[in-house]
């Protein structure tokens, strides 16, 4: 019997998993508990877990939580229903691996960080870059994180902080304008 | 109700309607001026239908509901066509046009820009020209212009309240001498005329669900439609204008919402598709009596295309701004708007504030970059201010619209390829306009401050620029084609020169204007 490499992971049901690093962090606040898992259905949980790492140096925030990079995962694993970015990815993933002389998940930071640094402008850090540029900052859990409101502005700021900065003088009425009643 | 339901509709043979293809600030002002003159009218527009309930709170979602994706291609030494390549400009494709995504400054251009060439003098490498007409033939047309679009500090019209990211702006410039408020605005500040007042949403981008900033979506096309003299399709994409043996056009063929070809017989066709699609629908229409296509002899369609020259100062501070609060630009500073050529460049610039919501900060900050500086600077967005610096850019024959015959869009048509190279001048003005806005931050504390590139285009100008003579453009001082003289250009392509304020009032009441003549002209049988 003969399985394809897609079937199979996808019989193999390949789930990425991790835990909340910042029990007291904004995130925390809108999870519903600490532990996230993330199911694949295109990537093998080793590929998975390496592209999460590689996101992690291309766009470095050190108290960003895995959970919200396991996002750009999610839609990388998405774009490999595609066979070519499947290839893409899985083959970005084994060259790392190559140059790592086994497992580049196994090297120090400096020498994975040296790895990635090595393979930029390349179409497998390119997919990854241009994914994760939107999908890293596209979400509920990073608006927690970075300090953007989202979609809780539709109603109107008007009585809910727009003019609340307090660190610098008040304008004049002249150059600004009488909040409507 | 929809607010095409009950509409009067005209045939598809009816040769008496004028066409007017787009309904943004130039096509939709000009249908409902025609249309209130009794003038059967029937627009054209190749974008969908939304409401202001359809409006959505989310940027990248909202970019793929309105923004016009068709395919386009660029080519030049601007910076732009490394970034997004295929996205020169960030316009809209549905009823309103970009008149949905504006930000609502409506600024009128100062006299000495309407004479450029005379101001400015012979820049070597652009191809200045004086308007065919002064600020006082518009200034009427500017003040019915701020009148029906509402614009603050006009009319008695209070200014708007200004947010955190203004009181940033505001003291800086205070530090410096600079002037600031919250400018003129085409957004109620109190209720007026049938439209609700701004509540701060901050999504001016994406489409004002208040209905506070004005549009054409719920202004003059529902007011040009109440006349029973206007219909308006929507999802009808203009593939080509057709003439007859003496050279008038005829004809509009368009594809339908179920991409079945039509053909719109006219009196009169108005092309306001903006910069970029109005000129490559004129060159879409070639002809054997036009083989350079419509209105092309003098060889100038397309060319001259301006898209201001921009740039955005963004500034971290200590404690935070939530800029993305309110209205999106919500404070201006018009001291550098002059022209002083001591400054090293001609013309001048504004500084407005700008915010984006965090997806749209990742994606423009500094397009193509990854590491720590990136994201350092995205750690702070909630202690960012912004500005966006736009000043009058040159224009020049080699920047141009021109057909890609690799590329074709949904309908077989060769899409617009975008070409533009940076002028020395508008180089010089970026520095300048980076240094003051960056001042103008560090005056109040800045912790860092950060340069970000162009965005795609908003203010596509020029490519079909009206001038005094024939040669030297392509329409005259009423938008009227020099070539064919039942054909007109009725949107931001007609800017003999971009300057330096944001176009969309100018646009308004150059079609005010056209509406009057093209009425005139209609009533004395002379077009």
């Excluded at chain 2, 940027?59 to 030049?76: C, H, I, K, M, V």
């Excluded at chain 2, 732009?80 to 949905?100: C, E």
């Excluded at chain 2, 003999?496 to 509406?515: G, K």
């Amino acid at each position: 019997m003969s399985l394809s490499r897609r079937a199979f992971l996808r019989n193999s049901r390949n789930v990425l998993v991790g835990t909340l690093a910042f029990s007291n962090g904004a995130i925390a606040l809108l999870a519903p508990s600490r532990a996230w898992s993330l199911p694949l259905n295109h990537l093998s949980e080793a590929e998975g877990d390496t592209l999460l790492k590689v996101t992690r140096y291309i766009f470095p925030h050190a108290t960003l939580e895995d959970a919200v990079y396991a996002l750009v995962v999610k839609d990388l694993d998405s774009a490999a229903a595609d066979n070519t970015v499947n290839n893409l990815l899985s083959t970005g993933v084994r060259t790392l691996n190559d140059r790592s002389g086994g497992n580049w998940r196994n090297l120090g930071t400096e020498e994975q960080f040296r790895l990635v640094e090595a393979m930029a402008g390349s179409p497998f850090f390119e997919k990854i870059r241009s994914t994760a540029v939107v999908s890293l900052y596209n979400n509920e859990l990073a608006f927690a994180h970075f300090g953007y409101q989202g979609s809780a502005g539709d109603g109107g700021y008007l009585y809910a902080g727009f003019n609340d900065l307090d660190w610098l003088p008040e304008p004049p009425l002249k150059d600004s304008g009488v909040i409507p009643t | 109700m929809s607010l095409t339901e009950k509409q009067k509709t005209f045939s598809h043979d009816d040769d008496n309607v004028v066409v007017i293809i787009g309904s943004g600030a130039g096509g939709g002002t000009l249908a409902n001026e025609l249309a209130q003159q009794g003038i059967d009218t029937v627009v054209l527009e190749a974008g969908a239908l939304h409401t202001t309930a359809d409006f959505l709170a989310d940027e990248w979602a909202s970019f793929n509901q309105l923004a016009w994706l068709d395919p386009r291609t660029t080519s030049g030494s601007f910076r732009l066509a490394r970034d997004f390549s295929g996205l020169p400009a960030w316009i809209v494709k549905a009823v309103g046009g970009t008149t949905i995504h504006w930000a609502g400054a409506s600024l009128r251009l100062q006299p000495h820009e309407f004479k450029a060439r005379t101001t400015y003098g012979d820049i070597k490498g652009a191809n200045l020209l004086d308007w065919p007409i002064s600020y006082d033939d518009l200034e009427a047309y500017y003040a019915n212009a701020e009148d029906r679009m509402g614009v603050t500090r006009t009319n008695g019209i209070g200014g708007l309240p200004g947010n955190n990211n203004f009181k940033v702006m505001h003291a800086g410039a205070q530090k410096l001498g600079y002037n600031c408020n919250t400018g003129h605005m085409a957004i109620n500040s109190a209720p007026r005329k049938g439209r609700l007042s701004c509540q701060q949403r901050g999504f001016c981008f994406q489409g004002c669900r208040f209905g506070a900033k004005w549009s054409t979506l719920y202004t003059d096309l529902p007011e040009g439609i109440a006349t029973g003299h206007m219909e308006l399709r929507a999802e009808s994409h203009v593939a080509r204008i057709e003439h007859d043996k003496k050279g008038r056009v005829n004809a509009v063929v368009y594809f339908d919402s179920d991409g079945k070809e039509q053909r719109q017989k006219a009196r009169v066709v108005a092309v306001a598709g903006n910069s970029i699609e109005t000129p490559r629908l004129l060159l879409n229409s070639a002809s054997s009596m036009f083989p350079d296509g419509l209105a092309n002899r003098s060889g100038q369609v397309g060319r001259n295309y301006m898209r201001h020259m921009t740039g955005s100062v963004y500034a971290t501070f200590e404690k935070p701004v939530h800029m993305y609060r309110g209205t999106t630009m919500a404070g201006i500073i018009r001291d550098e708007a002059h022209n002083d050529p001591s400054r090293g460049f001609v013309a001048g610039y504004e500084m407005e504030t700008l915010s984006l919501g965090l997806p749209f900060m990742a994606a423009f900050l500094n397009p193509g970059a990854w590491g720590r500086e990136f994201t350092h600077s995205m750690d702070q967005y909630a202690h960012m201010a912004g500005m966006w610096l736009v000043g009058e850019d040159m224009p020049r024959e080699s920047n141009r619209i021109t057909l890609n015959p690799d590329i074709k869009d949904a309908h077989g048509m060769p899409v617009a390829n975008v070409h533009y190279d940076d002028h020395d001048n508008d180089l010089a003005m970026r520095e300048h306009a980076f240094g003051r806005g960056e001042a103008i931050y560090n005056a109040v504390g800045a912790l860092e401050t950060i340069r970000t590139p162009p965005y795609p285009s908003t203010h596509n100008l020029g490519s079909c620029r009206m001038s005094a003579r024939a040669e030297d453009g392509v329409c005259n001082s009423v938008g009227q084609s020099h070539d064919i003289p039942n054909l007109f250009i009725s949107d931001g392509s007609q800017f003999t020169t971009s300057a330096a304020e944001n176009p969309t009032l100018t646009i308004v009441a150059l079609a005010v204007r056209q509406a009057e003549n093209l009425g005139r002209m209609l009533k004395q049988g002379t077009v």
